[in-house]
């Protein structure tokens, strides 16, 4: 019987906000950089207990991350916010010259992604940005999938040198990741173990994944979780160690097909053992207005899609 | 150091300049000879660095920055010719494996540069975030950094620009090298910059003239800028250059942006310019 212990329910932003506070309290080479949303962010602690170290930069993304670039020449720890889509698509280029073929280390850090940002609709939800980050050489993408981890992957990246995209989002979703756990860029969580099919999942998309878990084992098929919160560096060992025991796979993300997680995970398997595999994402469509619920359920990123995704599969294989 | 000694070496930068494009035959000469006086006295008379000590942190000292990064050629030759890097190494600019990029780059490790440029209007925030560093370190050095007058179409600089002033940053200086000409035609013609001076003023900047090719007035503007360096305005220099400047041909037109002197034309170049340091 799979248990689950659920501490609470929080949105992953509010994660970020505690984790950026906290640890502008241990490292003073911390700076933080936001354009026009503090509030969304959840940065305002860290621009009250830092104020020396906190730059409003307004609405001028592109100004943003060339000054992140800029401050990381003397040693500071540039953390960037905004949302998603102004954090990428808006700013893509200033990312690649000064940040990534510049080899910087700014923390690019993004709220509101996916289509969980709800009413605002297709202009703020950007389904593409975990693609334009990975196809960046020297930069790390890091997808976490509750409260805890996201706050403990915000300390994290500070440790690592380097550029980093965080992404995270504005829903509540339950918190499961234990308090005091570590996070280690680069290296999966298996949640579940099992035996039949093989369910890789990162973001808000995790605990869909763990729901659908239970159902499938009410049904009596037995699905191994993988919650895969580092996308670049990307864990090979865990899905392919996953894979040589269920022969199957499903992957599911709040992201467009083309260039998610599902990739990674397809060009992994077509190299070194090609199995079937089913998604779970946006395919090749923007988003719209409606409540974060009501669209997850429209574009089949519920529980109930990876269930029937993970049956399908199973039935795919030879 | 003496103008007449800064005039020697940047005679030999523009030697450099010519030499590089042509063993390649592509890069950007135009804009290269044009900032040779500028760059020349910036890294022999006024910046405060060590280039037997580069370190990409740059912490005490002085750090510049080429935001119109494709005239590269000038900036290696000063950077080689002030002990950067070996100066044989500027026969590899362009080719396979170099670290002289087309375009500057960190990643090939080339000492002397901080910042990968090319693509244009990043330098200014680039500049502006690390003058914010130095500020947070108790740093005093100061921040530089070029631009081209075309490069001040893209709106980037401008987003830097009002955010520069707002935060008081006012231990950067930045150039613009205001030859008037990009690679369409005439700077006028393209998209006119109207009146720069202004422009730069209604968005708090504190505005300086210089003659680019007049080593007395590239230091005394300089010094003049460095010397308000704590008033709590950031700082820009209109430098006016002619593109191509030393190189007859060259001079005049924006043909030369990005364009390569053949065989004959290189030697009718080199006939222009005196040879004072020795060719790599």
Known sequence: MIEFEVLGKKDTRSGFGEGLSELGKKNNQVVALCADLTGSLKMDAFQKENPERFFQVGIAEANMIGLAAGMAVGGKIPYTGTFANFSTGRVYDQIRQSVAYSNKNVKICASHAGLTLGEDGAT???????????MLPNMTVIVPADFNQTKQATIAIAEHVGPVYLRFGRPSVPIFVKEDAKFVIGKADKLINGTDVTIVACGHLVWKAIEAAKELEAQGISAEVINMHTIKPFDENAVLDSVAKTRCVVTAEEHMLNGGLGDSVAQLLSRNNPLPQEYIGVNDKFGESGTPDELMKKYGLESENIVEAAKKVIQRKS | MENQQLEKIASQVRRDIVRMVAGVNSGHPGGSLGC?????????????????????????????????????????????????FPVN????????????????????????????????????????????????????????SLH????????????????GAAHKVDNVIATIDYNGRQIDGDVEDVISLGDLSLKWQAFGWEVYNMDGHNMQSLKETLAAAKGNVGNDKPKVIIMKTEMGQGVDFMMGTHKWHGVAPNPDQLASALGQLEETLGDY
């Open chain 2, 89 to 144: 190494e500027l026969g590899t600019f362009r080719k396979l494996s170099s670290r002289l990029q087309g375009h500057p780059s960190t990643d090939k490790k080339l000492p002397g540069v901080r910042m990968a440029s090319g693509s244009l209007g990043q330098g200014l925030s680039n500049a502006i975030g690390t003058a914010q560093t130095k500020k947070l370190n108790g740093d005093k050095s100061i921040v530089y």
């Open chain 1, 124 to 134: 703020h939800q950007i389904l593409e940005d975990i693609g334009m980050m990975k």
């Open chain 2, 148 to 163: 081209g007058d075309g490069e001040l179409q893209e709106g980037q600089i401008w987003e830097a620009a009002m955010y």
């Open chain 2, 36 to 84: 040779a006086d500028f760059l020349t006295v910036l890294y022999f008379d006024v910046m405060n660095h060590d280039s037997s000590k580069f370190s990409m942190e740059g912490k005490g000292e002085d750090v510049f920055y080429l935001s119109n990064g494709h005239i590269s050629p000038v900036w290696y030759s000063v950077l080689a010719r002030s002990g950067y």
